[in-house]
C-alpha cells in the first residue's frame, strides 16, 4: 500500500484548492488517453513505477473498462500545482447513461474530449446535455490534432452549432496531422512545447513573429467574447486597455463558472500534446466545491421541509453514496461529503433503510494506491470500508440530524431477459450475487416473473445485461444461462374517462358496501403516475377518502397486464352505507372503477424508443438506411464528418435487437453507432394485440 507511514500527518485539502472533474467524451475520441497521460503528469504513475501496468489497466473492454474502474478510477486522487484533484470516472457508454448522470451529480466541473476529425459525436452531445442540466462548468479539449483530416476551426464550430455552446478559445495547435508541433496560449501570448521523457517537460516561449499577428487576431476575439459576459472585462476593453493573462484568466474563471462560456484548449494526448496545458485550464477555470450552488437536502420525516447543505466541516455530516464497488477485497462504497466531517470509525446513519452504518476505514484511491485518511471533510471524495447496506444515491448523515440530500435520478430499465444458474448449486449464490450487482448498479433490477417463477433481470440495453452476465462469471464464478432479450412495455390511457363503481359483497358474512366515482386521464410523456382527491370537503368521511385513494393508488402501480405510466387519477366522489360500509368496501370499490375508467378512455400499450445515431462511410449509407428503415426507424437527418456519414433518427428497441453483429456485416465492419434511451411511443398494433392476448 504505497508507502504510507500511518502516523504521517495528512493535510485535509483546502478547499478553494479542490477540484472535482470527470472527463466526458464519444467513445474512441481519447478520454482513456487523456487519463493516463494525466496520471502520468501528475507524477503518482511514475512514483510508482508502474507506468506499463498502469496504461494496460486503464485499458477499456466494456467489462474491462469497468474492471479498470474497480481499481482505479471511480475516483482517483491526484495533485497538480499546488492543488488536490478528484477525477472522477464517467462511462464512455451509453448503455451506461445513468453513470454518467450519478457522477455528474458529484463532480463540480468536467472536461469534454473531442476528437478534432469528427467534432462533437452522439455521446458527447448526450452527456453535454446532461451537463447543461446540473449546470456543470466545462472545459472542451480538442484531442488527436496529430490526425490526418484534423481540422480545429471545424470541431470549435461543431460545438458552437451542435452544442448551442458558447466557447472561448483559448490555444490554438500551431500545424495540424503529421506537422502538429505545439500549441498557442493565446492567454500568455506563448508557444508552449512537450518534450523530454513522454512530454513531461513544458517548454514555453515567446510567439515567433511569424505568428504573432494570427495569434493576436484570435486573442482578440477571445477577449470580445469574453467581454460579452462580464462587465469589469467589458469595460477595460472597451477603453483599449491591454488585458493581460492574469486578468484574462480571472475573468475566464468568472464566465466558466458561470456557465456562460466554455474554455477551448487542443492538443493530442497520444503524442503527448497539450495534457499539461488542460491540467493548468482545470486548476485556473473549473470549480472548487466553494463554487458550486448550494446543494438542499430534506428532512426525512417531512420532505417539504428543505434545508441548505453548506460545505461547513463542523456541521452535521452529510455525504452521498455515488458508487458502489464490489471488489476481492470487500465492498467499498464511494462518497462525497457535502457538509461535517467524516471520521474514521464514526457511526453513520442511513436514513432510506432507517439503519446504522459504519466508517471502519476511509480510503483515498490514487491511480495505483489506497491511502488510509483518518477523516474527510466537505467535497472530499473518499471510498469507505465499512457500510453494508446502503446503496447507489443514499445519503449518509448524522442520526440526530437526518437529512436526506435529493436522490440520483435514474431512468427505468427498458430491456428484460431471464437468467438461471447452469448448474442448479448455484441458484442461492446467484441470487446473492445478483442482489449484490443491484445494490452497485441502480439501474439494474431484478425480479422474478409472476407466473413462471423465472428470475428476470431488466436494465438499460443489451450491452448492460451482458457486462453483467460477464460479470457473474468474473467476480463470483457463477456460469449461468440467459434468455432473449425482451423490451419493457409500458401502459397508459387514451383520453379521459369516468367510471363510477359500486361495491356490494357479502365478506364472512356481512354484508359490505361503497360506491366511488373517479376519473382517470392521459399525462404527457415523462408525466409519471398522480393518484389525487377533488372530493369537496365533508361529502365523504375523510377516512372513506383515504381508503378509496389508497385503492385506486394500488391498482395503478398494480396495472392492467404492464406497468402503467403518465395518467393522472382523480377521486371525484363516493357514498357510503350508514352502516355497511368500511375502508376495505372503498379500496375495492376504488381499484375495479379505475379499471373501469382506463378501460373506457382507451389503454395503449407502450414500447421504448432508442435515439440512435450511426456513422458509416459514404459506400454504405444505402444499406445501412434501408435497414433502418425496415426495422421502423424514423431518420431525423444525416450529417457529413470527415469521410463518414452520420444518420441520426429513433426506433423502437424491439426492432434493434442484434443490431451490432447486422451492422457490423452491413458495412464489412466499419460503421459505428450508439443507442440511448428516448421514452416510450405507441406499440404498433400488431405487437399490442399479440401481447394482450397471451
Ligand atoms: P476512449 O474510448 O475515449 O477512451 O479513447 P481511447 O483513449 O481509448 O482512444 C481511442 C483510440 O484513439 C486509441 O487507439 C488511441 O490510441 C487513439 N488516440 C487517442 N488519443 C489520440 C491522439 O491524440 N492522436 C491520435 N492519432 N490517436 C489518439
Ligand atoms: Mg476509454
Redesign the pocket.
Known sequence: MGGYNGSMPQPAPVLARLRNFGIC??????????SERILFYTGKEHAMGEVHEGSAKMD?LPEEQERGITITAAATTIGWRDHVLNLIDTP?HVDFTAEVERSLRVLDGAVV?FDAVSGVEAQSETVWRQADRYRVPRLCFI?????GGADFDAAVASIRQRLGASVAVVARPLGRGDSFEGVMDLVSRELVRFTGDQGRTVTRSALPDALVEEAELHRGELVEALADHDDALAERYLAGADIGPEELRAALRRATLATRLFPVLC?????NVGVQMLLDGVVDWLPSPLDVAEVQGQDPADPARQRPVRPDPSAPLCALVFKILTDAHGDLTFVRVYAGTLQQGQGLWNPRLAKHERAMRLLRMHANEREPVEQAGPGEIVALVGPRLSATGDTLCDKAQPLVLEPIRFPPPVISMAIEPRTNADRDRLHEALARLAREDPTFVTSQHEETGQTIISGMGELHLEVLKNRLVRDFGIEANVGAPRVSYRQTVRGRAEATHRFERLVAGKPQQAEVRLAVEALPGGGGLEVLSSVPAGALEARYVAAALEGARFAVQGGLGFPMVDLRVTLAGGRAHETESSEMAFQAAAGEAFRQAAEQAGLVLLEPVMRFEVSTPNDFVGPVTADLVRRGALLEGDDLRGDLRLIRGSVPLARMFGYSTAVRSLTQGRAGYSMEPAGYAPAPPEVAAQLLMS
Request: glycine share 14%; charged share 25%; aromatic share 4%.
Open positions: 467524451a464519444h467513445i474512441d475520441a481519447g478520454k482513456t488517453t487523456v477499456y464512455g474530449v484531442n488527436k490534432m496529430d490526425r492538443g493530442a494526448a497520444l503524442r
